[in-house]
């Protein structure tokens, strides 16, 4: 840099005597250098010494005559001629020059001496200040150069953590998306178990689908865990990202600053406009690093940065990894609870049919029974007339007077194959009436477990149709299931 003013060796104050030139010092201390004073228009006539007194007669005062000096220098210069013998002589007058012109000499050749050395000292000076300008500028244009390097690296870091950190926050979202799309399903699964809990009877029975809704309940609550544990961690690292970008962002505001500092001194001339003293300014340091401590802040900065992208990737390939895995699993639970609904409403519906059929088969088994009664009803009325007249006829023999009461053939036949014999016939149909009402008795509880037993199917067949109505109700809640899209959080 170049200053406004002149040289070191110039004067800003007035005119100095220099220590370099100083004044010459008188050619000789003989009185010859003293020089009497004469007034105004008069010649000197000798030079002055203290010895030498020019008297002036005094006039009395009462004298008419005026003094007049001019009249008196005829009477003073021979006085003054007779001391012209005690002036120096020609060898002084030599001397006097030779030592003027020695003086004179010395005093040019000390100057010549004095200038060549100062004119190598202004070309070494300019050489110097030249070179010294000449390795700033190089200095400032190396660091100019490093300064350069550094931003570029730090650029290109903060790009690459700044899309990484997009990717990150888009990664988050698809996991809260995810975990949203959890809600439902876990929602329905559990619905599906409360409905299942108002079977009736024997239908409340631990089967398949409810294991698998149970399973399924536990592994959409799981999946959410991982899917908002993921989550977490991620926010996590976006606060480290930013703690990084920020950093980053700081580092590089700082090094455009120093750039453009740098970069302006480099371009300052020694005919700039914008130049001027400051004083003192290389005697303060408010450094606070040298090149080692600089460079290693900003490649911890980077380091630093790099090592949060590296953590991100492996959280959003974790991220990645989770959700297809999560989904893969809800989706097969899910297909396995279907199967198990679909085979259990079938084995319902299996159930219920053989029941209606069974319902079908006994209604027309009770409707013989109360025909069978009906009949037998009807025999034991028929068979009732017969022994009534046998009884009758019996009991009108027994009134026979005295010998008639005869066991005779009427009474006691000995051919059966040609006649009845009453006694045996009411015998006979005495135990026919007791064996037919036997069984209609018989019947009668055959029609009761019957009924029984119908009722007992019917139930049985509501508590199946109740069965199906819910399994039914719960597979229509189940139609809807989010797509494997919709499960990885991409919508």
Known sequence: MEFLGTTQLASYCG?????????LAPTSTTRDTYQSYCPPGYRPLSSWRPGLLCKVPSVPPSSDKQ???IRQLPTVVPSLRSALHARYSTRDWHQANRVHLKSSEDSRECAGRLNADSMRLMQEKDQLTYKMQKDSKGNLEERISTIDFWRSELIYELECLLKE?????TTKKRLDCAADEVKEPLKAALECLCHREKRKGIDLVHDDVEKNLMKEVDVFKDCQEILTKLAHNISQQLSINRDAQHALEQDLCDKNSAHFIDEMGFKLRNTSDSINFHHGVEKADGTISV????????EDNIRGSQHARANSVKLRDDAEAGLKSTSQEMWNHFISTNLAFNNRIAEVVDARNKLQAQLGKLLQEIFQTEDTIVLLERSIKAKEYPL????ACLEARTKRPNIELCRDAPQLHTYPLLFFRLVTEVCT???????LKRRLQEAHDTLQTLNLYKSKLEHEISVKANSFFIDKKCMDMRKVFPSTPQLTGYT
Do not use: G, R
């Open 388 to 391: 009534k007249v046998a009884q």
């Open 15 to 23: 005119t100095k005597k220099s220590c370099l030139f100083p004044d």
């Open 429 to 435: 149909m005495d135990d026919t009436l007791q064996i």
């Open 291 to 298: 090149p080692a401590t600089w460079a290693k802040f900003s």
């Open 165 to 169: 950190t997009q990717q990150l926050e």
């Open 67 to 69: 003094f007049n000096p």
